[in-house]
């Protein structure tokens, strides 16, 4: 028997008499070309763990829809069946644009049940990341941030009917065709009315290994912020192309999701705004209380994050194999609920803090009032306002791939793992811990609105900890603190005769660590990074840099002495030990600063190489851009070279630090 894949019409071999589509022999499918409900089964969609998806069609008037059938040893199992239907009785529940709906649900005459739901075109994220990545085109950041909105809209009308993903992912997010998010697989849901058929088989944790919450990944109860963090993850890797999380065993991955700070987004993806990785890491805390409070605090969060974009990166994420007739939208360079957060600021810092922090209203104004910020500061203030106000709280952190889908909300084989954990039944939200005792965010001073360059191009300011500190397993934010003493003071530095325009880099290095000694005598190098850098090794700082209008120059130190560890303070005492500096700045001028917070830094030689070198190196195998400036970064034997335009990565490679 053939079937054509087009309107389900069966026929013999050749062409289908209504749409001139090639028929298709069944083969073993024994659904090809029957009828379900009152659609005729076309062809097979996708298969996943529990199933098959097919395409339906109305025999009459052609509408399309996805027929998601349980396979027939899943339909042996009660629980499967029970969890099968969940997803049907959640999205019913929930009635959301951005949530695919599901239109029927019913069993075939054999025992197998099956959802009917709604046909998308399109194709998910996870295939428009992988594009770009092949095509070295990074996704833009306002594109992202728009398509996230709209999927932290659709989660927290979930999260409002007591209704948790669980597993949340690129492949359980499609694109359609008009640019808009559809949510898909509330099959593995949680819903919090403890009814029968709504929860989850004792003895067993659902979900992708590579998006699980540390909770959820520990077996233990999650709640609606679980699906924050899997965003986190999600926004990580669209951003960077990466996953924050990879491993060689299950076992791995999962320990990781628990215990191993994620690397700081703005290292891959140096064009990122340092407020955008704050969005970012916040949802990726470990502590579910020190994340969002909600999904429609995360959402505005991250509008206030991406409001300075310019207009190239609010293009809409790309679509492969868009169908004729549907037009392109029209869309403003941004979103209009993104335009009262743009500001005249140049640039943003975050507020000072050691550790990721609950702040409340009190405190955001608190701060606003004593440390009487810049404009420069103040959209960061309002918006964790804003946060604050819709969320209830929301944690300012200052640290710092799975499967195919297709289409329909069934996962390929293998994407979703089973893991062997108790899964309690779903508890309430817990409430937010009392806030701790708010830190003061410190003025900007002099320099320190210049950027590093790639591979991490951050600042932060005075007592801030690095951007890409590690957080130290999450410690207690309410932990007693033990002062450091004996630490210098910042100030400000002069490099002699320096020329901003054509500065000398390696005469400038060579300052800098003197610069260092003569502040904290055993100060070791760990990190160069340097921007605008000409083939001749000078670089000109007043161009503009990636995150601010002129570039920087920024050389990391470690104290040894002082990163070591006062015997006398009891273990499980937080300890603030003064033991990092960094000496950097641009146009506006150089400082010395303090960059305590990871103290496990090690100090490394200084570069053989001068810059011309390295650019030497660049040439030898990309003789067409010696027209360009490249951003140099340096971590001991080995040089990252990275040539940005317009956003887009032109090179980006390591080179050993090995000349004569």
């Avoid at 999380?245 to 290292?267: C, G, I, N, W, Y």
């Avoid at 605008?532 to 002129?550: E, I, M, Q, R, S």
Wanted: glycine share 10%; aromatic share 6%; with cysteine.
């Amino acid at each position: 028997m053939f079937v054509c894949p087009e309107c389900g019409a069966q026929g013999e071999p050749g062409h289908c008499p209504a749409d001139g589509a090639q028929l298709a022999p069944v083969g073993e499918d024994l659904l090809l070309g029957t009828t379900i409900g009152v659609y005729r089964v076309a062809r097979l969609l996708g298969i996943g763990g529990m199933g098959r998806v097919y395409k339906g069609v109305h025999p009459t008037i052609g509408s399309r829809v996805a027929i998601k059938v349980l396979s027939r040893e899943c339909s042996d199992r009660r629980d499967l069946v029970e969890r099968f239907f969940s997803e049907a009785k959640a999205v019913n529940l929930i009635r959301h644009e951005s949530i695919v709906n599901v239109l029927d649900l019913a069993m075939l005459p054999d025992g197998r049940p099956y959802i009917i739901m709604e046909y998308l075109d399109g194709a998910p994220l996870s295939s428009l990341v992988e594009a770009a990545v092949a095509a070295r085109s990074p996704v833009p950041l306002g594109g992202l941030a728009r398509l996230a909105a709209e999927v932290l809209d659709a989660l927290g009308a979930a999260h409002g009917k007591g209704i948790v993903h669980r597993d949340l992912k690129p492949d359980n997010i499609y694109v359609t065709p008009s640019r808009r998010p559809k949510v898909l697989d509330f099959g593995i849901a949680k819903l919090s009315d403890n009814a029968p058929g709504t929860g989850t088989a004792t003895g067993s944790l659902l979900g992708t290994p590579h998006y699980m919450a540390p909770e959820q990944a520990a077996g233990k109860p999650v709640d609606h912020r679980a699906d924050i963090y899997a965003m986190g993850v999600i926004l990580f890797e669209c951003a960077t192309g990466q996953k924050p999380f990879m491993a060689d065993s299950l076992f791995d991955l999962l320990r990781k999701h628990v215990e191993t700070p994620p690397q700081p987004p703005r290292q891959l993806r140096p064009d990122m705004p340092i407020e955008l990785e704050m969005v970012i890491m916040t949802a990726l805390a470990k502590a579910p209380d020190q994340r969002f409070a909600s999904a429609a605090a995360m959402s505005l969060a991250l509008q206030h994050a991406t409001a300075q974009l310019p207009a190239d990166q609010w293009s809409p994420l790309t679509l492969q194999n868009r169908p004729s007739g549907v037009p392109t939208p029209s869309w403003p360079s941004q979103p209009p609920s993104w335009a009262g957060s743009r500001g005249a600021r140049e640039s943003v810092q975050p507020p000072a803090q050691k550790h990721p922090t609950t702040v409340s209203a009190g405190q955001v104004t608190a701060n606003a009032k004593a440390q009487k910020a810049p404009s420069s500061k103040k959209g960061l203030v309002i918006a964790l306002l804003a946060v604050v106000l819709v969320g209830g709280g929301v944690t300012a952190a200052v640290m710092a791939g799975g499967g195919s889908g297709d289409g329909t909300g069934m996962s390929p084989p293998g994407s979703t793992e089973t893991v062997a954990a108790a899964d309690p039944a779903p508890t309430p939200a817990a409430p937010a811990p009392k806030p701790a005792a708010p830190t003061q965010a410190k003025a900007p001073t002099a320099g320190s609105e210049k950027s590093s360059p790639p591979p991490a191009a951050e600042k932060e300011d005075e007592d801030d900890s690095d951007v890409g500190a590690k957080m130290k397993k999450q410690l207690d934010a309410t932990a007693p603190v033990a002062s450091a003493s004996g630490w210098f003071e910042r100030h400000d530095v002069s490099p002699p005769g320096a020329d901003m325009k054509k500065l000398d880099v390696d005469k400038h290095i060579a300052w800098a660590i003197a610069e260092a000694k003569k502040t904290v005598p055993d100060a070791a190098l760990f990190r160069i990074d340097v921007e605008n850098v000409f083939p001749d090794g000078h670089a000109d700082l007043t161009l503009p840099g990636f995150a601010y209008k002129t570039g920087g120059i920024d050389l990391r130190f470690i104290s040894p002495s002082h990163a070591k560890r006062d015997p006398s303070v009891p273990r499980g005492v937080k300890v603030e030990r003064k033991c990092a500096l960094r000496v950097d700045g641009g146009p506006d001028g150089f400082e010395i600063r303090d960059l305590s917070g990871d103290c496990d830094e090690v100090g490394i030689p200084a570069p053989k190489c001068k810059l011309a070198q390295v650019w030497k190196k660049a040439l030898a195998k990309h003789p067409d851009i010696a027209d360009a400036v490249a951003s140099i970064g340096y971590r001991g034997k080995k040089w990252w070279f990275t040539i940005y335009d317009s956003g887009k990565s032109l090179v980006s490679e390591t080179y050993a630090d090995d000349c004569p």
